[in-house]
């Protein structure tokens, strides 16, 4: 092997390493670290991109990932591995409802008791309200009761809040969660579907006493069900714009903050390479996933990746708070369940593949 082929190899290798460990410092820096001295953008940026090893590490991760993508496509691998593996993932939108439910719940009940409103990094002085909103929206999530109404309260309350706040756009995966739960209401298990199926029965008792099922909740149901197939547009929309924002607004446009991190947590001894390489890596990493899931291309592998990333910051970073994470554990998860839906490069794709598939011409055999 030749000396080019070993330093290509090496690269590629710490390239790898680095795209990994990077979620250790991509992690919602606000949450881990009190702030630092404010660094100058554009010199932080030209010191970092001037910088031979640098410009290597990152033009061979661009190369490699433009690679991969395009061999992939080029080739389709394991064609059947991955029929299987889509339909697999498509059997579970039935549970989607709870998933969602889930992972928006759960971190609202967290942010409830530990007083905090969506953000840990916006604790009002009204610690009393944060909490009885916190704890009871979510626990109506997880109950799955009231799930449409309770899920555009919180997100009404959300844009309110930004309106005033813009520190909570670090939470902005609530907008797509809340969104995706009013459109598909609370599934089953839960306490809506309970309800619905006794409301259901004419020979319940129940169903001569609840003026609303019939009335206000069955035909909203029947009115936007058609929108149920747009979740996944929302979902990965949304997360894209956060990736973005944590990307590009935390890490590149705030590097005195994501030094810190790299500094407080001693994260070169991890991958050992200039602490600015990991803070572009980061920010490059998380832009990367958030325009692939915003435009829907190679939606699950990129989900696989945000699951990674978040993974690695919470064996990373010990004292990030676990909880503000779960919503885009969740989400994520749905993603990969979803895949991208419609309007996404991933549809165009697969229609293109199948018109191929159907308009070449059928093979003939032909006899010795």
Do not use: C
């Not at 149920?228 to 894209?240: D, F, Q, T």
Request: charged share 15%; proline share 7%; aromatic share 10%.
């Amino acid at each position: 092997m030749s000396s080019t082929v070993r330093r290509g190899a090496a690269l590629s290798g710490l390239v790898t390493l680095l795209t990994l460990a990077t979620g250790t410092a991509s992690a919602h820096v606000k949450y881990v670290t009190p702030g630092s001295d404010p660094v100058e953008v554009a010199a932080f940026l030209a010191d970092a991109l001037t910088d031979p090893f640098n410009l290597a590490v990152l033009s061979v991760g661009a190369f490699g990932t433009i690679a991969t993508g395009l061999a992939y496509l080029r080739l389709r691998p394991f064609p059947d591995d991955v029929r299987v593996f889509r339909r697999t993932l498509r059997s579970y939108e039935d549970r989607l409802p709870w998933l969602l439910r889930l992972a928006v719940g759960l971190p609202l009940v967290g942010a409830g008791f530990s007083g905090y409103f969506f953000s840990p990094v916006v604790q009002p002085a009204a610690p009393v309200f944060v909490r009885l909103f916190g704890i009871t929206i979510g626990f109506l999530l997880l109950f799955g009761f009231g799930t449409r109404l309770v899920a555009a309260v919180g997100l009404v309350s959300y844009l309110v809040a930004l309106a005033v706040e813009p520190a909570l756009l670090l939470a902005f995966e609530y907008v797509p969660g809340f969104l995706a739960i009013a459109l598909v209401g609370g599934g089953r298990p839960s306490a809506d579907h309970v309800v619905a199926s006794m409301a259901a029965d004419d020979r319940t008792v129940y169903s001569r006493l609840d003026p609303f099922y019939r009335r206000v909740a069955l035909p909203f149901v029947e009115r936007t069900r058609h929108l149920e197939s747009y979740v996944p547009v929302i979902l990965r929309v949304g997360l894209g714009l956060t990736f973005v924002y944590l990307g590009v607004a935390q890490k590149l446009m705030e590097p005195g903050d994501a030094l810190a991190v790299v500094a407080k947590y001693d994260l070169t001894a991890v991958v050992p390479v200039a602490p600015e390489l990991w803070v572009v890596g980061a920010g490059l990493t998380e832009l990367l996933v958030g325009v692939l899931l915003i435009v829907g291309a190679f939606t699950r592998a990129a989900s696989g990746v945000a699951f990674l990333l978040f993974t690695t910051t919470l064996f990373g970073l010990p004292d990030d708070p676990v909880l503000a994470h779960i919503s885009l554990f969740g989400l994520v998860s749905a993603l990969l369940v979803t895949g991208g839906g419609p309007y996404s490069v991933d549809a165009a794709l697969h229609d293109s593949s199948t018109t191929a598939d159907t308009s070449a011409p059928p093979r003939t055999t032909q006899s010795d």
